[in-house]
């Protein structure tokens, strides 16, 4: 049985699909922390909004996370997911994430997402990457 944040963390991946950022604002803290390892970290409601529009801007055929494996303790959820994309040149493409999210007073405050961003360039250079992809649920 999934705990309430659980609930809300798979809900708001499922959501992702939509490719509506704004749909996801109400899952977010006015203050929350949204950092993708690598990047600059996006502070606040409206700065992680920006964010996933850009994201979904960049990848406009597709955009979608498949749920691997969930688990939650207390106000810490993690997810493995397989974040799916399309590039320009029409592949869909399968990226390894593990994804933490933290749940204060029912609403996402923080969300680190991490990966391998060497695999990036191995899916824009051709080369197979396919044993680094786990099979979603």
């Given at each position: 049985?999934?705990?309430?944040?659980?609930?809300?963390?798979?809900?708001?991946?499922?959501?992702?699909?939509?490719?509506?950022?704004?749909?996801?604002?109400?899952?977010?803290?006015?203050?929350?922390v949204?950092?993708?390892?690598?990047?600059?970290?996006?502070?606040?409601?409206?700065?992680?909004?920006?964010?996933?529009?850009?994201?979904?801007?960049?990848?406009?055929?597709?955009?979608?996370?498949?749920?691997?494996?969930?688990?939650?303790?207390?106000?810490?959820?993690?997810?493995?997911?397989?974040?799916?994309?399309?590039?320009?040149?029409?592949?869909?493409?399968?990226?390894?994430?593990?994804?933490?999210?933290?749940?204060?007073?029912?609403?996402?405050?923080?969300w680190?997402?991490?990966?391998?961003?060497?695999?990036?360039?191995?899916?824009?250079?051709?080369?197979?990457?396919?044993?680094?992809?786990?099979?979603?649920?």
């Amino acid at each position: 049985m999934m705990s309430t944040n659980t609930t809300l963390v798979s809900e708001f991946c499922d959501l992702m699909v939509k490719r509506d950022a704004e749909v996801l604002r109400r899952f977010f803290t006015a203050d929350a922390v949204y950092h993708n390892v690598g990047m600059p970290p996006a502070v606040g409601v409206d700065a992680i909004v920006e964010n996933l529009a850009q994201q979904m801007t960049a990848f406009p055929d597709s955009y979608e996370y498949r749920m691997v494996n969930l688990a939650g303790d207390g106000d810490v959820v993690l997810t493995e997911r397989v974040d799916m994309i399309r590039t320009p040149d029409g592949i869909k493409h399968g990226v390894p994430v593990m994804g933490t999210f933290v749940i204060t007073g029912g609403k996402i405050s923080r969300w680190t997402d991490y990966f391998d961003t060497a695999l990036l360039v191995k899916m824009n250079t051709g080369e197979d990457y396919s044993a680094l992809v786990p099979q979603s649920s």
